[in-house]
């Protein structure tokens, strides 16, 4: 029978002592792991929790007096549900504001409807303002959405003193031929090429084209009854004067089945109270203008998403107006938009 080889016990106790040891620093080691684990684990949990309460929205908008304060105004709306908003606007026009967007800087900004259409999809030539909606909503970036379309209207209309809408036996578009042929029409800045072939679709029978620094101008021009004007409603809305000669823009009625009630009724003098709420959905002229929220889809809430469209409801051309009259005065976008929405319950 052999002799069984062992370890001299000095040895032997080293040697359990050192096994003992590796034991319990991979027992230490794996419990370190699993409290970095869970640690990570519940900061992870923590931050998908925190959801919205995480982010900050910011809200875009061009350098138009009016654009301005409506961005103000779904910025407050958006805070009155709770959204957290940058208290600063990100300037730029439509295309910057989608760039920005599909770089998830911007969250929402607000643009007129043919026009951001006409950037998006030169080739699609409707101009009714439920056609204009439809169609750009498909035409949008991927991840972007549009809400509902507000009765602020940027549409381009025929204005004509009062006076001679009376002689010539003129209210509508349709009618604008009746008017003395040759008339110069005055423009703010450069007359739109598609706008002015659309006049000529419906009859008008322009003479040369003048341009003139400001809606003001044109108003007074118009007034005179020695030329026609072409300007938008919203713009037409911001520059009426009680005192300036009485203007009428031509009535463009849009189709019985879209049609509203303020879309029947008859053109008022600008100096008249309401004025710029007549405002016609372009389905027999140029292209309908509507002001309407852009928003990337996935940064708004549902209940923010209804938030912004109760604003649709509530806002008017006129109302949009004489706020942007007040910012030219010197009062603040900001302000003006804090006001507007405790008027309306926003």
């Given at each position: 029978?052999?002799?069984?080889?062992?370890?001299?016990?000095?040895?032997?106790?080293?040697?359990?002592?050192?096994?003992?040891?590796?034991?319990?620093?991979?027992?230490?080691?794996?419990?370190?792991?699993?409290?970095?684990?869970?640690?990570?684990?519940?900061?992870?949990?923590?931050?998908?929790?925190?959801?919205?309460?995480?982010?900050?929205?910011?809200?875009?908008?061009?350098?138009?007096?009016?654009?301005?304060?409506?961005?103000?105004?779904?910025?407050?709306?958006?805070?009155?549900?709770?959204?957290?908003?940058?208290?600063?606007l990100r300037r730029g026009d439509d295309?910057?504001?989608?760039?920005?967007?599909?770089?998830?800087?911007?969250?929402?900004?607000?643009?007129?409807?043919?026009?951001?259409?006409?950037?998006?999809?030169?080739?699609?030539?409707?101009?009714?303002?439920?056609?204009?909606?439809?169609?750009?909503?498909?035409?949008?970036?991927?991840?972007?959405?549009?809400?509902?379309?507000?009765?602020?209207?940027?549409?381009?209309?025929?204005?004509?003193?009062?006076?001679?809408?009376?002689?010539?036996?003129?209210?509508?578009?349709?009618?604008?031929?009746?008017?003395?042929?040759?008339?110069?029409?005055?423009?703010?800045?450069?007359?739109?090429?598609?706008?002015?072939?659309?006049?000529?679709?419906?009859?008008?029978?322009?003479?040369?084209?003048?341009?003139?620094?400001?809606?003001?101008?044109?108003?007074?021009?118009?007034?005179?009854?020695?030329?026609?004007?072409?300007?938008?409603?919203?713009d037409a809305a911001v520059a009426v004067?009680?005192?300036?000669?009485?203007?009428?823009?031509?009535?463009?009625?849009?189709?019985?089945?879209?049609?509203?009630?303020?879309?029947?009724?008859?053109?008022?003098?600008?100096?008249?109270?309401?004025?710029?709420?007549?405002?016609?959905?372009?389905?027999?002229?140029?292209?309908?203008?509507?002001?309407?929220?852009?928003?990337?889809?996935?940064?708004l809430t549902r209940s923010e998403v209804?938030?912004?469209?109760?604003?649709?409801?509530?806002?008017?051309?006129?109302?949009?107006?004489?706020?942007?009259?007040?910012?030219?005065?010197?009062?603040?976008?900001?302000?003006?938009?804090?006001?507007?929405?405790?008027?309306?319950?926003?």
């Open positions: 029978m052999g002799t069984r080889w062992m370890l001299p016990a000095r040895k032997r106790r080293y040697t359990v002592r050192a096994v003992r040891n590796r034991v319990w620093s991979t027992a230490v080691i794996a419990a370190i792991m699993l409290v970095i684990t869970g640690t990570i684990a519940a900061c992870s949990d923590s931050s998908h929790d925190a959801g919205p309460s995480a982010r900050l929205l910011h809200v875009g908008a061009g350098d138009d007096q009016a654009v301005r304060i409506m961005a103000e105004i779904y910025a407050g709306a958006l805070r009155d549900v709770g959204a957290p908003v940058a208290a600063e295309a910057t504001q989608l760039g920005e967007m599909d770089r998830a800087r911007v969250d929402l900004f607000p643009a007129f409807s043919g026009e951001l259409l006409t950037s998006l999809a030169p080739h699609i030539t409707v101009t009714g303002s439920d056609e204009v909606y439809e169609e750009l909503n498909r035409s949008l970036p991927q991840g972007v959405s549009v809400g509902d379309s507000t009765p602020v209207s940027a549409t381009p209309q025929v204005f004509v003193a009062t006076s001679l809408a009376q002689s010539s036996n003129v209210t509508d578009l349709a009618e604008c031929g009746r008017l003395p042929e040759g008339l110069p029409v005055a423009v703010v800045g450069r007359a739109q090429p598609a706008d002015m072939a659309a006049f000529a679709a419906q009859g008008c029978r322009f003479g040369p084209v003048e341009s003139v620094g400001s809606p003001g101008e044109l108003i007074e021009r118009v007034g005179s009854g020695q030329a026609l004007g072409v300007l938008t409603a919203l004067d009680p005192t300036a000669p009485h203007v009428q823009a031509l009535r463009v009625p849009a189709p019985t089945s879209t049609a509203t009630t303020s879309d029947s009724v008859a053109p008022r003098a600008l100096g008249d109270s309401g004025a710029g709420d007549e405002i016609p959905a372009g389905a027999n002229g140029p292209r309908a203008q509507n002001l309407v929220p852009v928003f990337r889809t996935a940064a209804k938030q912004i469209n109760r604003v649709a409801g509530e806002i008017t051309t006129a109302d949009l107006a004489e706020l942007a009259r007040r910012a030219d005065a010197g009062a603040e976008p900001h302000d003006l938009a804090v006001g507007w929405l405790g008027e309306h319950g926003l």
